[in-house]
């Protein structure tokens, strides 16, 4: 704990940077799986292809793949993005398959009797009806690339990793634990938001 009284700026900055790359990833994330999430839940055997190869990707260790991005891409934080939106898409896959899966038939029955288009449909009934599921999705999504983004620390990405590393690099007990807990931190913090987001949505 002497350790992170005496670097709270250091820590602070670092938990800023972790942040970001977490936030910039799902974005890039969610752009992404929502498209593939919408032929999914639209197909089942198309949506079982891609649930599958999102399922394949999550299981490359992220040591194995960072590895390989930092041959085709270099170190950084570029490098760190990518890997992170690969690992985010199962979950946020999923969820998105998910929710719009469960909305209830009749609402979108009645969005049709109703003369509303295939867009005004997903956008007006079956996506507000989803949304507490995919919310679901991207709160697993964000907690997961929390806990990864630290093993992009390896590759000069920044973030928390990068107390983690330098520790383990100089033998110091202090960032290890310092980066670790505030990662920790983090993640309980993310999920704690994304979950009131949740309770909101279904009221």
Known sequence: MSYAATHLGTIAALTAQHLALVAASLAIALAI?????????????????????????????????????????GI????????????AQLGLVRGIVAGLRGVD??????????????????LRVELPAALPVILAGVRVAAVTLIALATVAGWIAAGGLGTLIFDGLA?????????????????????????????????A
């Open 33 to 73: 799986a929502f498209p593939a999430g919408l032929l999914a839940a639209r197909d089942a055997r198309l949506g079982a292809a891609i649930v599958g190869a999102a399922g394949v990707l999550y299981t490359i260790p992220s040591l194995a793949l960072l590895a390989a991005l930092v041959v085709a891409l």
């Open 76 to 87: 950084g934080p570029h490098c760190a993005v990518v890997a992170l939106v690969v690992y």
């Open 105 to 122: 038939p009749a609402l979108v029955e009645a969005a049709r009797g109703l003369g509303l288009s295939p867009a005004q449909t997903l």
């Open 170 to 202: 100089e033998h110091h007990d202090g960032p290890i634990v310092a980066g670790a807990l505030a990662a920790a931190l983090l993640a309980i913090a993310a999920d704690a938001a994304l979950r009131a987001c949740e309770r909101a949505v279904r």
